[in-house]
């Protein structure tokens, strides 16, 4: 729970850090040279999303389930978690491959389940399930309209409504671990607890979508590692509808 805690902390920080930055660089640099318009469709926060289809929904769905990005990040996961297990946890938890692997296949059973309900749930109940960024410009209100996108989301009409399908995927991947994981964690409260880590995980990954365009800006000035990573698409907003 404090290793989602401190997540959840660094993104917002960050998140308002970059808006904060982007704002300033605005309102004291020349405008930039327009892009050709294949990439502001891909990259700008603030195009039109359409109506989200059925085919989209799917795609939502698949990329970040069994893309590279989701096989890769729950190694890391599970890293953290055996690094800092806690004090009654089972041996077979906390020590060797055959405890990385637990946890591994538990971080991919979470969120496999969590992706696989919310897609379901969007699908029955036309709920879009992607992220709409803030039409504002202070970084500050960007923030909160993130973190409250996790509650409350557009239709595919585009009406806003309470975010059902974010809700019953956090809960999918919480009581997924009720069904293996080892007794004192295998209860409701715990179950409570690893939903709300699901749902600020959401809630990071929107802040991530609101504000990956400046940072990504950000790593390419800075010449990071980050900003010539080849498929950008897994951590900003894709605006384009098949």
């Given at each position: 729970?404090?290793?989602?805690?401190?997540?959840?902390?660094?993104?917002?920080?960050?998140?308002?850090?970059?808006?904060?930055?982007?704002?300033?660089?605005?309102?004291?640099?020349?405008?930039?040279?327009?892009q050709?318009?294949?990439?502001?469709?891909?990259?700008?926060?603030?195009?039109?999303?359409?109506?989200?289809?059925?085919?989209?929904?799917?795609?939502?769905?698949?990329?970040?389930?069994?893309?590279?990005?989701?096989?890769?990040?729950?190694?890391?996961?599970?890293?953290?978690?055996?690094?800092?297990?806690?004090?009654?946890?089972?041996?077979?938890?906390?020590?060797?491959?055959?405890?990385?692997?637990?946890?591994?296949?538990d971080?991919?059973?979470r969120?496999?389940?969590?992706?696989t309900?919310?897609?379901?749930?969007?699908?029955?109940?036309?709920?879009?399930?992607?992220?709409?960024?803030?039409?504002?410009?202070?970084?500050?209100?960007?923030?909160?309209?993130?973190?409250?996108?996790?509650?409350?989301?557009?239709?595919?009409?585009?009406?806003?409504?309470?975010?059902?399908?974010?809700?019953?995927?956090?809960?999918?991947?919480?009581?997924?671990?009720?069904?293996?994981?080892?007794?004192?964690?295998?209860?409701?409260?715990?179950?409570?607890?690893?939903?709300?880590?699901?749902?600020?995980?959401?809630?990071?990954?929107?802040?991530?979508?609101?504000?990956?365009?400046?940072?990504?800006?950000?790593?390419?000035?800075?010449?990071?590692?980050?900003?010539?990573?080849?498929?950008?698409e897994?951590?900003?907003?894709?605006?384009?509808?098949?």
């Open positions: 729970m404090r290793l989602y805690t401190r997540t959840f902390s660094i993104a917002v920080l960050l998140s308002a850090a970059m808006g904060f930055t982007s704002a300033q660089e605005s309102t004291n640099t020349p405008p930039e040279a327009p050709p318009a294949a990439n502001s469709k891909a990259f700008d926060p603030n195009a039109a999303l359409g109506q989200q289809t059925l085919h989209g929904k799917f795609m939502e769905y698949t990329v970040p389930t069994f893309g590279p990005l989701a096989l890769v990040s729950p190694a890391f996961t599970a890293g953290f978690h055996m690094a800092s297990p806690p004090s009654d946890y089972p041996r077979e938890w906390r020590q060797g491959a055959e405890a990385f692997g637990r946890n591994y296949a971080e991919l059973a969120t496999t389940s969590k992706q309900a919310r897609f379901l749930v969007g699908a029955l109940l036309r709920e879009d399930l992607r992220y709409h960024p803030s039409k504002s410009k202070n970084a500050f209100a960007r923030t909160g309209h993130a973190v409250l996108f996790t509650f409350f989301d557009k239709s595919d009409s585009g009406h806003t409504q309470l975010a059902l399908a974010n809700l019953t995927g956090a809960a999918a991947g919480g009581y997924v671990g009720n069904a293996y994981l080892p007794h004192g964690y295998n209860d409701v409260t715990h179950a409570d607890i690893r939903g709300g880590e699901m749902l600020g995980g959401i809630a990071a990954g929107n802040l991530l979508h609101e504000f990956g365009p400046e940072i990504y800006r950000f790593c390419k000035r800075a010449h990071l590692p980050l900003a010539r990573i080849p498929h950008r897994w951590w900003t907003p894709l605006t384009k509808q098949p």
